[in-house]
């Protein structure tokens, strides 16, 4: 496939937007709640994936993309109702496996980074509109990745290795670091101690309400699920549930969930005295019993209250 040239194309992708936050975006301490920012950024990210790419060419051409890891983590606040937040996005052609392109291993993607800024407010619940500081102040930010596939092509061809001709208006750019991998999210510091014996698990389906136009269960749902049961875990370790936060969420995504899923979650805990940290599984299940590997893992690191 013909290559174009390095001054013809564009290096990445970046947007501005501005949106207005509401009563249901914050918790009750008036910080941005991680399911908000994610259920924001990620229609924001796909219109500028569409805007800038030929996604009906791309599709025609059978080619798509899927989400395959996301993360966020929460900073500063109290916020305030009604308060503008900022929202500054960077997209870069990214070559995902760490091999560089023509490598055999390799598979193209996006790397999607988000910050998100919101004027200080008063934290005060009498005074949930006033503004403390009109100065916008860092109150989140995260990244997705995203893996150009041929989902109805043969296995050997179902990653995409080259630049497609819908792409290659962009330069591009290695993922620093690579991809991350199940071991890294499973990681946990020797410093911690288990807080629950065994796996403890959740169960469920999927219905409308969680999917999304692309067919699927929306990704944005899936956070939050690993979210609820984090929670969970905290409350069956005896911790104080209310005073304990989730402060930086991320997951891999390997295998989708439809309307009519079934589903169960899995997950263990870990503490110290100031700090939590819950890996979570989301396991499809069929006929044959529970998907013993999950089709998403989730790291979930938190704080305690003291």
């Given amino acids: 496939m013909p290559k174009i040239s390095a001054p013809e194309q564009t290096d990445e992708l970046r947007h501005s937007e501005r949106v207005s936050l509401t009563i249901a975006d914050l918790d009750r301490g008036f910080r941005l709640k991680s399911r908000t920012a994610t259920a924001l950024t ?165 219905g409308l309400q969680h999917t999304d136009t692309n067919q699927y269960v929306f990704s944005a749902e899936l956070l939050r699920l690993l979210e609820d049961h984090a929670t969970l875990l905290v409350g069956d370790a005896g911790l104080a549930v209310a005073g304990h936060t989730f402060e930086k969420v991320a997951a891999l995504f390997k295998k989708p969930f439809e309307a009519g899923s079934r589903y169960v979650v899995r997950g263990r805990l870990w503490t110290d005295e100031q700090i939590s940290l819950a890996i979570v599984g989301i396991h499809q299940v069929s006929e044959d019993g529970v998907a013993p590997q999950p089709a998403v893992y989730g790291r979930l690191q938190g704080h305690l209250d003291s």
């Fill in 42 to 206: 990620f229609p924001l990210v796909y219109g500028q994936f569409g805007a800038n790419v030929d996604v009906t060419a791309l599709r025609a051409a059978g080619n798509g993309s899927v989400l395959t890891y996301a993360e966020h983590e929460r900073t500063g606040g109290p916020l305030a109702v009604g308060a503008p937040m900022d929202v500054d996005l960077a997209i870069r052609h990214s070559e995902l496996s760490g091999a560089g392109l023509g490598d055999l291993a390799a598979r193209l993607g996006f790397e999607c980074r988000y910050d998100l800024r919101s004027p200080i407010g008063s934290g005060d619940p009498k005074r949930y509109r006033d503004i403390a500081d009109p100065t916008p102040s860092p109150c989140g930010h995260g990244r997705l990745v995203l893996t150009l596939i041929r989902p109805f092509g043969p296995v050997t061809r179902r990653l995409v290795r080259e630049p497609l001709p819908e792409t290659a208006h962009l330069r591009v750019h290695p993922l620093d670091p690579p991809h991350p991998t199940v071991e890294e999210l499973s990681t946990v510091p020797g410093a911690l101690t288990e807080a629950t014996p065994a796996n403890v698990e959740s169960a469920g389906w999927f």
